[in-house]
């Protein structure tokens, strides 16, 4: 990654949520942080009225986070080689969850708000492989390949309407609403796993969608009259997860409910389009 994710370099050993402390982990997490800038020793000391007109772009550091799977070793060579031909992006997507599961984790300890989950498209290069023992832990492999970073082309419509849009909501032809930053929490939240948190956030998103999606084209309004029928389940699930995990049916009804919030301020931008 192309900056210093937060956690302090080292080793950490990681159970599955909610696995007692008996129980095996099921992946190590090694953190290391590569290619720091040096700093010019004592040249900040010197107090100068005035900055560079021109300053050089200062270096960066980077980081490489390596997520080893021990919970099934593989037996023999000839298994991790076929292993290594069939891994690709859905390995990586499981891995980058472990990754964020510690962020998430170190976010709260810290009390730090800004420390936050990281995606695929973020990552400089992205490998999959195997090795043994500390080879991994020092990020060499018996065999591995790196995968190929997501495509860059997109269509030219899905990046000018985001462009668009921003261009009216900094100008000020066009605003910003409290549901759609509650609704993009809530699926955070739901994405990795946190059922519970989506559930309390979806109720919010949820309710502020009703408030401030009223005076919207007739579109929206019809999508707005699913959501009201969405405001019972949503605010019992957020109740039971104030006692606990939710139930399947809960977790469901949470992310229908997240759908149809979508939904609906997509319906909104092309209205404003």
């Not at 050993?13 to 099921?26: C, E, Q, V």
């Not at 690709?88 to 984790?105: F, P, T």
């Not at 300890?109 to 989950?117: F, G, H, I, M, R």
């Amino acid at each position: 990654m192309p900056w210093a994710l937060g956690p302090p370099d080292a080793r950490y050993l990681l159970r599955r949520p909610g696995d007692a402390i008996s129980a095996a982990p099921t992946h190590v997490l090694v953190l290391a942080t590569l290619g720091a800038p040096e700093r010019r020793r004592f040249k900040a000391i010197r107090k100068r009225a005035n900055a560079e007109p021109e300053p050089e772009p200062t270096p960066v550091a980077t980081s490489r986070a390596t997520i080893i799977d021990v919970g099934a070793p593989f037996p023999s060579d000839a298994e991790a080689r076929a292993w290594l031909d069939r891994a690709g992006e859905e390995e990586l997507a499981a891995d980058l969850a472990v990754l964020n599961r510690a962020l998430h984790a170190f976010r709260l300890v810290t009390l730090d708000p800004y420390v936050n989950a990281v995606g695929r498209r973020q990552a400089l290069v992205a490998r999959v492989g195997y090795g043994a023992g500390e080879e991994v832990a020092d990020g060499l492999w018996t065999n591995a390949r790196e995968l190929a970073p997501e495509s860059a082309r997109r269509r030219r419509s899905a990046v000018l309407a985001p462009q668009a849009r921003l261009a009216a909501v900094l100008n000020g032809r066009d605003r910003v609403l409290a549901c759609e930053e509650l609704t993009l929490r809530a699926r955070l939240d739901l994405d990795h796993g946190r059922d519970r948190e989506a559930a309390l956030q979806v109720l919010v998103a949820l309710d502020a969608a009703l408030a401030e999606l009223a005076g919207e084209s007739i579109d929206v309004q019809a999508r707005l009259s699913e959501l009201r029928t969405q405001r019972e389940p949503i605010a019992v699930a957020a109740q039971a997860a104030l006692a606990g995990p939710l139930s399947g049916e809960q977790r469901e009804v949470v992310e229908l409910t997240v759908k149809r919030i979508e939904a609906a301020l997509r319906s909104r931008a092309v209205s404003k389009a």
